[in-house]
Every structure is written in C-alpha cells, then in structure tokens.
C-alpha cells in the first residue's frame, strides 16, 4: 500500500527558498501527485501536481512562477520548490496521490492518500 511522506519544511526568512519532498513507500510512485497546503482556519488549498511520467504539471496562479514542481521515479520522490516565499505561505504543506494531475483535482481532490504535512512557516 502507498504511503507518502513530505519533509524538507522549517521556518525560513521572507524571500527566501525551500524545498519540499515527497517520499513514497509501500509501493512504486506510479501516480499523479499533488501538493497541498492548509493553514489554520483555511481551506485546504491545491498548489500543484505533476503526472506520473512528469509530462504533465500544473500550478495554480497563487504560486504559478514561484513555485516549482519535479519528480524522480526513480528515487521515489516528488519535490516542490519554493521560492520567493511569504509570510502568506505559512502552512503545512500535503503531498496526495492524485487521479489525474488537473486543476480540477487540485481543487477538488480525490485521494485516499495522504501524507501527514510538514509545517512551513515564512517569518522575519
């Protein structure tokens, strides 16, 4: 059975960079994968999602430019780069195996796994 589980989070000065990863275990990283965030009080909000061969990506507009998404199938990882990062990124950040990469599943997810977060918090 897949699991996932994101790392790479921390507390970072605004305009600066990180990068999310998103390991895979339980099973080979034959899905489309999507990143997440949902800080308290808000709605779960979708970033951006790559297809399992790495053909297809999508962002949306909040991060387009800023964030980047990548895979390497054979390590087993989905990583987000984020750069240029604002006190309004502050979240936990999600990585989910998604049904297709599309803006419709960022919006609306369909997923029965989940990774378990890794807090992201943008402050000077």
């Known amino acids: 059975q897949l699991q996932l589980v994101e790392s790479g989070g921390g507390l970072v000065q605004p305009g600066r960079s990180l990068r999310l990863s998103c390991a895979a275990s339980?099973?080979?990283?034959?899905?489309?994968i999507g990143w997440f965030r949902q800080a308290p009080g808000k709605e779960r909000e979708g970033l951006s999602c790559?297809?399992?061969?790495?053909?297809?990506?999508r962002y949306v507009e909040s991060v387009k430019g800023r964030f980047a998404i990548s895979r390497d199938n054979a390590k087993n990882m989905v990583y987000l780069q984020m750069n240029n990062l604002k006190p309004e990124d502050s979240s936990v950040y999600y990585c989910?195996?998604?049904?297709?990469?599309?803006?419709?599943?960022?919006?609306?997810?369909?997923?029965?796994?989940w990774g378990q977060g890794t807090q992201v918090t943008v402050s000077s």
């Open positions: 989910a195996a998604l049904l297709q990469c599309s803006i419709a599943q960022l919006t609306s997810p369909v997923s029965d796994v």
């Open positions: 339980g099973s080979t990283l034959a899905y489309d």
């Open positions: 790559i297809s399992r061969g790495g053909s297809i990506i």
